[in-house]
């Protein structure tokens, strides 16, 4: 079975990343990936290489709007002949509904929304128009996949509607994700860690949804507190932003770490105490699910669906709540390596045993079986159909032979 995977970048990030997992877990017996870009950028570009995937390009600058790219959508997605065509993310889907008309019968679309809505008025005027078109595209998907059920929800409300709308979890590799100490000792080398810090990290790019803002208050607030915390940022735009930038010229000037994108995700992680997702709105958030496989306690804001993948092995606090969120930072480093470890430990088998990346694939896998055998047996209906009205005198079914 032949997949295309469409998406807008393949820069690091929640979506590109489970992407990336998603590619690696799939029976490649079975399923014949091809992934496909908005904007030709991005670091996991050449990983996706190295494992023998094709990655092609409409090669469009961001916040580009063209009609000569829906053209070569249409080009490479006929030379592909994909049987599912799995769009990623708001841009992605709503490009691969309007291609469609243009796609074999046979081609099944599956759209991926990977956040939960919040005041949508914070983004680009393009991304704006794109989230209201998809409530009128929605519906016309084989599938409509939110890695949430808050995302679920708040979709259905305004408009996106499917006849099967299902929600499938992040998945998460508890062996690419692991307590490593010898990850942990170099990590904390290179960034200048002493034995009694202890690090509190997020793990996000910069973007309002992420509310890193919230998260430099509460660790302003904690920092004048316990001199043994330091606070650590990784994800694309923390060593350029000028917010970050402020933070680490403030208050907590040598004692905040701005690390930027890295690719190293799994050694940065191994190298904290403690990891904190302070976002304001998620889907099912990555990075809490691999601090939890590195068997580090998480605090996170009850966005989303962090709760359902916290569970009772690490704190769930109100979004946007600075001292709260500052008293939980303070109550982990209060309790010991020894408690913190315990705890870390509860969470990596949580992760092990309700959101492995094998069973997330699973459900992939079973959702594409279903799709093309119900587009199979729906093309030859089409095709009994018109040979019928050909064979009892109506027109030539050159429809069937330009979509089959």
């Not at 995977?5 to 399923?31: C, N, P, Y």
């Not at 050694?267 to 590195?294: I, Q």
């Amino acid at each position: 079975m032949r997949v295309a995977h469409f998406i807008t970048t393949l820069a690091i990030g929640g979506a590109e990343q489970m992407l990336v997992k998603l590619l690696r877990a799939m029976d490649r017996s079975e399923f014949e990936p091809t992934v496909v870009t908005l904007v030709n950028d991005g670091a996991l570009i050449e990983l996706v290489r190295d494992m023998g995937i094709e990655v092609l390009s409409l090669d469009l600058r961001r916040g580009e709007v063209s009609p000569r790219a829906l053209r070569r959508l249409v080009t490479i997605l006929r030379e592909a002949r994909p049987d599912i065509v799995q769009s990623w993310m708001y841009h992605s889907n709503v490009a691969a509904s309007l291609a469609r008309p243009w796609l074999p019968r046979r081609t099944g679309i599956v759209w991926n929304i990977r956040q939960s809505l919040y005041d949508i008025s914070k983004e680009r005027y393009l991304t704006q128009a794109v989230i209201r078109s998809g409530r009128v595209l929605a519906p016309h998907a084989d599938a409509l996949v939110n890695n949430s059920r808050v995302s679920s929800a708040q979709h259905a409300r305004i408009g996106y509607l499917n006849r099967r709308s299902l929600v499938i979890h992040n998945g998460f590799e508890v062996e690419s994700f692991r307590p490593d100490p010898a990850a942990r000792a170099r990590f904390r080398a290179e960034v200048g860690l002493n034995d009694g810090d202890v690090a509190v990290g997020i793990v996000a790019r910069v973007h309002p949804s992420k509310d890193h803002t919230n998260f430099f208050r509460a660790a302003e607030i904690a920092a004048a507190q316990d001199r043994r915390l330091v606070f650590v940022c990784a994800g694309l735009g923390t060593d350029t932003h000028e917010r970050c930038r402020s933070a680490a010229r403030g208050i907590l000037k040598g004692r905040l770490h701005l690390l930027g994108e890295r690719p190293d995700v799994p050694r940065v992680m191994a190298g904290l105490d403690v990891l904190v997702s302070s976002s304001a709105t998620e889907g099912c958030p990555n990075a809490v699910g691999e601090a939890m496989a590195c068997g580090l306690p998480v605090i996170g804001t009850d966005s989303g669906d962090t709760a359902d993948v916290i569970g009772d092995a690490g704190r769930v606090i109100p979004c946007g709540d600075a001292p709260r969120l500052a008293a939980e930072i303070l109550a982990m480093c209060a309790m010991g390596s020894t408690a913190r470890m315990l705890v870390g430990e509860g969470a990596r088998e949580r992760i092990r045993r309700n959101f492995s990346i094998e069973s997330t694939a699973s459900r992939y896998a079973n959702l594409y079986r279903e799709i093309v055998g119900e587009r199979r047996d729906s093309g030859r209906r089409v095709f009994s159909s018109s040979l019928s009205r050909t064979v009892l005198g109506g027109a030539a079914p050159t429809t069937v032979a330009l979509n089959a």
